[in-house]
């Protein structure tokens, strides 16, 4: 596992967004979590965050605008997008067009997020 990296989870479910918090700080991650894509953006701009785990519906700004926003203002690292809807539409806006790495359906396990996390961190460092 890649080692000191932090990781932002946003998601608007408290019981999510802390057992995956929870899961990754155990795997050596170092976690900032969000309840929403405004904190979300906050977060990434006042900390040093080198992926990002996010649902996609989320009150206020949702996860594919965050995606967006944060690969306008230049974020390169590793997005993976969380959601409970598994339709096409939603797969090609937040892969195709807003620029997410991975999009995985709900729910999922901590160890599958973190395989994902460093394939993508070993493929940024190539």
């Not at 899961?23 to 977060?43: C, F, H, I, P």
Request: hydrophobic share 45%; charged share 25%; proline share 2%.
């Amino acid at each position: 596992m890649i080692k000191n990296r932090t990781i932002l989870v946003a998601d608007d479910n408290a019981a999510i967004r802390e057992m995956l918090a929870q899961g990754l700080t155990m795997m050596g991650y170092r976690v900032l979590t969000a309840s929403d894509g405004e904190e979300a953006y906050r977060a990434w701009t006042t900390g040093s965050v080198d992926g990002i785990i996010c649902d996609i519906m989320m009150p206020g700004m949702d996860g594919i605008s965050l995606c967006k926003l944060l690969r306008d203002k230049g974020f390169v690292g590793p997005i993976i997008l969380l959601t409970v809807l598994d339709q096409i539409k939603k797969m090609g806006e937040g892969l195709v067009m807003a620029g997410a790495d991975r999009y995985i359906v709900k729910p999922c396990d901590v160890d599958t997020l973190r395989d994902h996390l460093e394939e993508l961190f070993a493929r940024e460092a190539v």
